[in-house]
C-alpha cells in the first residue's frame, strides 16, 4: 500500500506520490518531445493499478493533448473515487494565434473548467488550480479566485488551489475562500518553497503537492553532458537554466554525490530525490512523471522510503559543498501587483 495524507484541512487523502501528466502531452513549446500515446495510457493504468490514487495535469500541456490522454486513462476507473483528477487554468493557448497567455479572468476561468471537463471526460474536476498568476489581463486574484469559489458551489469543482505563487497571493485567496492546495516547484535544486511557502501553508491547513521533485530529470541520474546536448530540438530542456552553464556543472557535481548517498540508504537515486521532498513538514505529495511503467516504477520505492537523519545530513552537505541550486524563489513573485 501507498501511504496517504489529507490534502490540508478539507481536501482528500491522496496518496504521497501521484502522476504528474506534463511530458505525455507531445511536442509544443514547453513540450518533452516526441511521445506514445499507447505507452501513456499504459503508464497512467500501471501507476493507478500499484496504487496510485491522483492524476496531475493540465490545458496547456500538449495544447490540450495530455488532458485528452489522461481522459482515455481514466476511463476503466470510477473517477472521484477510486483515482482523482487534478488539472489546472490560467495558462491558455486558444485564439487566432495560440499563442500562450496568463488569463485568470472570471470568463476564461470558466470558458477553461467547461472545456477541462469535455477533454478529461467527467462530470467534475475533483481539484481545479490556478496554474500561474495572472500576468496579461490585469485581474485581481480576489476576482478570480471568487470565480473559483462558485465553480465549487456549483458542483463543477470539488476543491480549489493554486499553483506558483508566493505567502502574499496566498493571503489575499485564503482572505476570500479557503485555499484547500498548492502546487509549488520543490527539488534538491529548487529549494526555496520549503523556506516560506511550505511552512505557511502548514500552519494555515493548506495542503502541498509539489512537482518537478526530481529536477525535470536531472535528478535522475540518467543525464550526463552527451545526453543533455542530444535531446530533441522541440525539448523544452535545451533552453533551460538548469541544463546550461554555468548552473549545469554544480548541477551533475551534486547529482554524483546524490548517486553515492543513495548507494549508502540502498535506495534508486530518483526515489531518494522524491522522498527528499516527502521528507519536508508540510508537503502532502509529490507529482513524479512518467511516460512509461518502468518509469513509474522507478520512482515507486519514494512513496515508502523513509530518510535516516543521517542520510539527510549527507544530503545538505552534498548541496553546500557542490553549491548547486537555489534557496531563493525562481518564480517571479508577483504579490506586489495589485492592478
Known amino acids: 500500500?501507498?501511504?496517504?495524507?489529507?490534502?490540508?484541512?478539507?481536501?482528500?487523502?491522496?496518496?504521497?506520490?501521484?502522476?504528474?501528466?506534463?511530458?505525455?502531452?507531445?511536442?509544443?513549446?514547453?513540450?518533452?518531445?516526441?511521445?506514445?500515446?499507447?505507452?501513456?495510457?499504459?503508464?497512467?493504468?500501471?501507476?493507478?493499478?500499484?496504487?496510485?490514487?491522483?492524476?496531475?495535469?493540465?490545458?496547456?500541456?500538449?495544447?490540450?493533448?495530455?488532458?485528452?490522454?489522461?481522459?482515455?486513462?481514466?476511463?476503466?476507473?470510477?473517477?472521484?473515487?477510486?483515482?482523482?483528477?487534478?488539472?489546472?487554468?490560467?495558462?491558455?493557448?486558444y485564439g487566432s494565434t495560440g499563442k500562450i497567455s496568463s488569463d485568470l479572468r472570471p470568463e476564461t476561468i470558466r470558458w477553461e473548467c467547461e472545456q477541462s471537463l469535455k477533454r478529461l471526460r467527467v462530470e467534475r474536476i475533483d481539484l481545479l488550480q490556478f496554474h500561474w498568476p495572472d500576468r496579461d489581463t490585469s485581474t485581481p486574484i480576489e476576482e478570480s479566485w471568487a470565480t473559483l469559489g462558485e465553480l465549487i458551489d456549483e458542483g463543477k469543482v470539488r476543491w480549489g488551489g493554486l499553483s506558483n505563487c508566493d505567502v502574499s497571493l496566498l493571503e489575499r485567496c485564503e482572505a476570500v475562500r479557503h485555499v484547500d492546495s498548492l502546487q509549488p516547484p520543490l527539488n534538491l535544486i529548487n529549494r526555496a518553497a520549503r523556506n516560506e511557502v511550505v511552512p505557511w501553508c502548514d500552519g494555515h491547513g493548506v495542503g502541498v503537492i509539489v512537482y518537478a521533485p526530481m529536477a525535470s530529470g536531472l535528478l535522475t541520474g540518467t543525464f550526463d553532458r552527451a545526453r543533455i546536448e542530444g535531446l530533441p530540438g522541440d525539448d523544452w530542456r535545451r533552453r533551460a537554466a538548469n541544463f546550461n552553464e554555468p548552473r549545469l556543472s554544480q548541477n551533475l557535481a551534486l547529482v554524483e554525490r546524490l548517486a553515492?548517498?543513495?548507494?549508502?540508504?540502498?535506495?534508486?537515486?530518483?526515489?531518494?530525490?522524491?522522498?527528499?521532498?516527502?521528507?519536508?513538514?508540510?508537503?502532502?505529495?509529490?507529482?513524479?512523471?512518467?511516460?512509461?511503467?518502468?518509469?513509474?516504477?522507478?520512482?515507486?520505492?519514494?512513496?515508502?522510503?523513509?530518510?535516516?537523519?543521517?542520510?539527510?545530513?549527507?544530503?545538505?552537505?552534498?548541496?553546500?559543498?557542490?553549491?548547486?541550486?537555489?534557496?531563493?524563489?525562481?518564480?517571479?513573485?508577483?504579490?506586489?501587483?495589485?492592478?
Not at 10 to 37: C, H, K, M, N, Q
Not at 308 to 321: M, N
Open 1 to 93: 500500500m501507498i501511504p496517504k495524507r489529507n490534502l490540508g484541512s478539507r481536501g482528500p487523502e491522496i496518496t504521497v506520490v501521484g502522476l504528474g501528466s506534463w511530458a505525455i502531452g507531445g511536442p509544443y513549446e514547453f513540450g518533452w518531445g516526441p511521445v506514445d500515446d499507447k505507452q501513456s495510457i499504459i503508464a497512467i493504468g500501471h501507476a493507478i493499478e500499484s496504487g496510485v490514487n491522483w492524476v496531475d495535469t493540465a490545458p496547456v500541456y500538449g495544447k490540450g493533448h495530455s488532458e485528452e490522454v489522461v481522459g482515455r486513462a481514466l476511463e476503466p476507473y470510477r473517477t472521484g473515487e477510486e483515482v482523482f483528477v487534478f488539472t489546472k487554468c490560467g495558462r491558455n493557448y
Open 260 to 339: 553515492d548517498i543513495a548507494d549508502k540508504a540502498q535506495i534508486s537515486l530518483p526515489a531518494l530525490a522524491v522522498a527528499w521532498t516527502l521528507s519536508i513538514r508540510g508537503v502532502t505529495g509529490a507529482i513524479v512523471g512518467a511516460r512509461s511503467p518502468e518509469q513509474v516504477d522507478g520512482w515507486l520505492p519514494a512513496a515508502r522510503a523513509r530518510l535516516s537523519p543521517r542520510t539527510l545530513e549527507e544530503i545538505e552537505s552534498a548541496i553546500d559543498i557542490t553549491g548547486a541550486g537555489d534557496e531563493r524563489s525562481i518564480v517571479a513573485p508577483l504579490s506586489a501587483r495589485r492592478d
